[in-house]
């Protein structure tokens, strides 16, 4: 018995929240390159969910044509939604992630095998320590082609599992920014115990399975 409460309490420890209390504006705020990315019209954006966006963020920031990668929300019903709200699960919203990234560089395709190889397919409304709706999986597709390709990965994937893939593949209807402590959670909050033990292994993961896409160091 106390081995299971030391089990649950190790597992909630390590769980994707925060114990501040978002304050001021919801927009995030943008230095000037940022905004440069964010208001470029030569770069394309996909979205993305797949347990906590702190995860997914500084995954795909690691990756090789990708230019911003901003948390959010998106998959739900309610407008505005909050951190707080969102945990809830009442809101319909999944923790999700916009990815900005020059279509020169990378392909939609290659976005989606990136997120393929960063999450656990066949986990059912959660990531690892991650439970709750607003912590499934979901591949938001913009245009018909995402929505082919999305499908005809999702496709491959069923022959290789037994167990079913726990993936959505949604029409994407609309990204509400998280707040601003969200964003690059990962990058300014390394000895955070949940990056150490969730986050930097999921990332790990993704170099493992895909070294050519890394973006290189300086």
Known sequence: MKLFFALITL???FGCQDDKTAQGEKAMVLNADKAEIVTNQNYKRA???GGCFWCTEAIYESVTGIKESISGYAGGHTKNP???QTNTGKTGHAEAIEVIYDPTEIDYATLVDVFLSSIDVTQKNGQGPDIGSQ????IFYQTPEEKQIAEFKLDRLDLLYAEPIAIEVKAFDKFWVAEDYHQDYKKRNPNNAYIKNVS???L???KKEHPELMKKKD
């Not at 912590?135 to 979901?138: A, D, E, L, M």
């Open 200 to 202: 930097n292994p999921r």
């Open 47 to 49: 979205y993305f969910a």
């Open 82 to 84: 909050t951190y707080e």
């Open 135 to 138: 912590y499934r999986s979901i």
């Open 11 to 13: 597992v909630f420890s």
């Open 204 to 206: 790990e993961k993704v």
